[in-house]
C-alpha cells in the first residue's frame, strides 16, 4: 500500500533520538520539514524547545548541519548561513530555520522583517504552540485569547489572556514575500507539500505551522495530532497560501467543528466562561468573513 | 540512515572539541526509558499505509517488507501511532519492568 507522501519524502532521519516530550507537535514539524529539505539542508534554532531538546552535547539529533543562533537571530543567521556558502561556491544547499512562535512573533520579528527586506533565499518556519514552552509557558504574541500560562494565570476577574493572538502570516505576507503559508501538523501531507513547494522559490519563505505542545497546551501526549486537526476543523486555524500578491485558503471546512469541544478538551482552556467562548466565537467569524472575502478558494 | 548511537568511550581530554562544533547525528543516549507504554504491532493486521511513520514525532517507526517496525531504543510512548491507526493495527501496552 502505497503513501504518496511518504514517498515524496526522504526515508531518511535527520531529527532523530532528540529529548522533545512525548507527542511533541514542534518536532514533528522539525522533522518532517528535514525529511523535504534532506541532507543538504543547513538549520538555524534560536534559543527555544528545538535547540534545547537537538543539542545535549554530546547527544546531537540533527545529522544534517546544523547551528544554534541568538534568540533574536535566527533569520540574520540564516541570510548569513545563505551568503557564506554561497560565496564559498557550494549551490545545492537550503537554508532553513526553525523557530518558536516567541522567537518568531516577539524576539525575533525584526531580523525576519529585515531577511524579507532583503529578500534572502532562506526558508523561515516557524513552529507555533502558542506560548514561550522551552521556559515554562509563559504568555508570547501568539498565545490566544483567554489561554492560561504562567504570565496570563486565570483568575476571577482576569480569564487568561486578554489579547488575541497576532497575525503573523498576514504580517509576513504585507511584505510582499515571494512566498507564505500557513499549516498545522494535523494535516502534514498539506505541511508537506508546503515545504516542497517552497524550496522550489527563489526569495524569502516564511511558513508558519501550528504544533500543539501537551504538555502547555494540557493535552494527553495521544492528543498532538488531533488537536492540530481540530484547531482546523474548528475554524480557529486556517490553512492558506500567499504568492504573488493573492491569499488562497487550501482547505474550508464544510461546517465548523464546535469551538467549545475543542476548547474543554485543553487544560489552558478549562476555567472560561460561557461569555469568553462566545467572544472567542464572534472573533472567529470576523476572522472568517475576512478570509471569505479576501481570500482566493 | 538514522543517527546512531555510538559505542560508550570514555572522552579524553585531547577528544573535546576545542571549539563549539562537533559531529552531527552523533547520539549517546537512549529515550526508552521515558516510557511507561509500549506500542505494539499487530503484524496480522498492518496493512503498511505508514500514517505511524508520517505522523511518528520521533521518528522511530519505519516500513520493513510493508509492516511498520518500531525502534524501541527511541520510543517515547506517546501514543499518537496508536491513534492515527485507522485500522487498529497498533496497540499500546504497559510497559514490564
Redesign the interface.
Known amino acids: 500500500m502505497a503513501n504518496k507522501t511518504a514517498e515524496s519524502i526522504s526515508r531518511d532521519e535527520f531529527f532523530y533520538g532528540h529529548k522533545a516530550c512525548a507527542g511533541c507537535g514542534g518536532s514533528l514539524a522539525v522533522r518532517a520539514a528535514l525529511k523535504v529539505l534532506g541532507p543538504n539542508a543547513v538549520s538555524v534554532l534560536p534559543a527555544g524547545c528545538m535547540s534545547a531538546v537537538g543539542f545535549n552535547f554530546p547527544q546531537l539529533c540533527f545529522s544534517n548541519n546544523s547551528i544554534i543562533s541568538t534568540f533574536a537571530g535566527t533569520a540574520s543567521m540564516l541570510t548569513g548561513v545563505e551568503a557564506g556558502l554561497r560565496a564559498r561556491g557550494y549551490k545545492d544547499f537550503t537554508a532553513v530555520g526553525f523557530a518558536g512562535d516567541g522567537g518568531t512573533a516577539d524576539i525575533g520579528i525584526q531580523a525576519l522583517s529585515g531577511a524579507i527586506d532583503r529578500n534572502d533565499n532562506i526558508i523561515y518556519i516557524c513552529y507555533d504552540n502558542e506560548a514561550y514552552m522551552n521556559t515554562g509557558i509563559q504568555k508570547s504574541g501568539l498565545t490566544p485569547f483567554g489561554a492560561k500560562t504562567t504570565t496570563t494565570p486565570a483568575g476571577k476577574n482576569i480569564h487568561g489572556n486578554i489579547r488575541p493572538k497576532k497575525n503573523m502570516f498576514e504580517i509576513a505576507a504585507a511584505h510582499d514575500i515571494p512566498y507564505a503559508a500557513t499549516a498545522s501538523i494535523g494535516n502534514l501531507p498539506d505541511f508537506i507539500k508546503k515545504v516542497q513547494k517552497a524550496s522550489q522559490i527563489q526569495g524569502t519563505k516564511y511558513i508558519h505551522v501550528i504544533a500543539p505542545c501537551p504538555t502547555g497546551w494540557g493535552v494527553a501526549p495521544d492528543e498532538t495530532v488531533a488537536i492540530a486537526k481540530e484547531v482546523v476543523e474548528s475554524g480557529l486555524w486556517y490553512l492558506a497560501e500567499y504568492e504573488n500578491g493573492t491569499f488562497r485558503l487550501n482547505y474550508k471546512p464544510k461546517e465548523f467543528s464546535s469551538v467549545e469541544a475543542y476548547l474543554r478538551k485543553q487544560g489552558r482552556f478549562k476555567h472560561l466562561t460561557d461569555e469568553d467562548i462566545k467572544i472567542i466565537e464572534a472573533s472567529r467569524d470576523k476572522k472568517w468573513e475576512y478570509i471569505n472575502k479576501n481570500f482566493e478558494l | 540512515?538514522?543517527?546512531y548511537?555510538r559505542e560508550k568511550k570514555n572522552?579524553t581530554f585531547d577528544d573535546v572539541p576545542e571549539n563549539t562544533s562537533?559531529?552531527?547525528?552523533?547520539?549517546?543516549?537512549?529515550?526508552s526509558g521515558?516510557?511507561s507504554i509500549r506500542p505494539v504491532i499487530n503484524g496480522d493486521r498492518c496493512?503498511?499505509?505508514?500514517?505511524c511513520?508520517?505522523?511518528?514525532?520521533?521518528?522511530v517507526i519505519?516500513?520493513n517488507n510493508?509492516k511498520a517496525v518500531i525502534d524501541y531504543d527511541?520510543c517515547?510512548?506517546?501514543?499518537?501511532c496508536?491513534?492515527?491507526c485507522k485500522i487498529g493495527a497498533i496497540e499500546m501496552e504497559a510497559e514490564r519492568k
Do not use: H
Open positions: 540512515m538514522r543517527p548511537i572522552f562537533f559531529e552531527a547525528g552523533y547520539l549517546t543516549t537512549v529515550n521515558w516510557r496493512v503498511g499505509c505508514e500514517q511513520y508520517l505522523y511518528c514525532p520521533d521518528g519505519s516500513i510493508g527511541f517515547k510512548g506517546c501514543g499518537i496508536a491513534k492515527i
